[in-house]
Each structure stands twice: as structure tokens, then as C-alpha cells.
């Protein structure tokens, strides 16, 4: 019973990892492809991003019950504020990867 309760205890300590590796996606492709198409408008880290209408980067990541689905959604909708863009599903995944990856845990 001992042995049960510390692996139980061990897979709760885990699930935040193995939730993040769940994310689809190549998280330095997403950097890179971030650092070429998006920071004209978004900051990547925190902070104020060059247009002042789009969040950064790591304040979409941090957003409570921001998921990578969430973030799925947000990109295939159009955006008053956002050029319109066709992001491939390679790339979306990849930018989400990025994206989810400035999650900070402990906040």
C-alpha cells in the first residue's frame, strides 16, 4: 500500500510535465518562426509588445486555462487587429509548442 501511495504520489508530481510534452509541436521551430513572422506586433517574453493591442507571447501563455487547444482556436479566428495569415498546421503547432513552452508552473 506504502509502494502504491508514493507512485501515485510521483505521477501527480509529474502530470505538469507530461502535459506540456503532450503538446504537438517543435518548441524551437515555434521560436524561430516567432522570431521571423510575429514580433513586429508581439513581445515573446514579458513586457509591452511593439503593438500595444497584442498580447506577448508569455502573457498568452500564462492566461489561466490557457491550453494548447485554446490557443488553436485563438489562431484559426480572425482578429480585428491581426493581419490576416494562413498558418499551416506544421507552423501552428510549432508556434503553440513555443508558445505553451513560457508557461511558467509555479505562479
Not at 516567432?34 to 509591452?48: I, K, N, V, Y
Not at 494548447?68 to 485563438?74: I, K, N, P, Q
Request: aromatic fraction near 6%; charge should be neutral; include cysteine.
Amino acid at each position: 500500500m506504502q509502494a502504491l501511495r508514493g507512485t501515485l504520489v510521483l505521477l501527480l508530481a509529474l502530470a505538469p510535465l507530461w502535459a506540456r510534452a503532450q503538446e504537438p509541436g517543435n518548441t524551437q521551430a515555434g521560436r524561430v518562426y516567432a522570431h521571423s513572422q510575429c514580433t513586429q506586433c508581439h513581445a515573446l517574453g514579458p513586457g509591452l509588445s511593439p503593438h500595444l493591442d497584442a498580447p506577448s507571447f508569455f502573457a498568452l501563455a500564462n492566461t489561466p486555462g490557457m491550453t494548447g487547444r485554446a490557443l488553436a482556436a485563438a489562431l484559426q479566428t480572425s482578429h480585428e487587429t491581426m493581419p490576416s495569415f494562413v498558418l499551416e498546421g506544421r507552423d501552428r503547432d510549432n508556434i503553440i509548442a513555443y508558445i505553451m513552452s513560457l508557461r511558467q508552473e509555479n505562479r
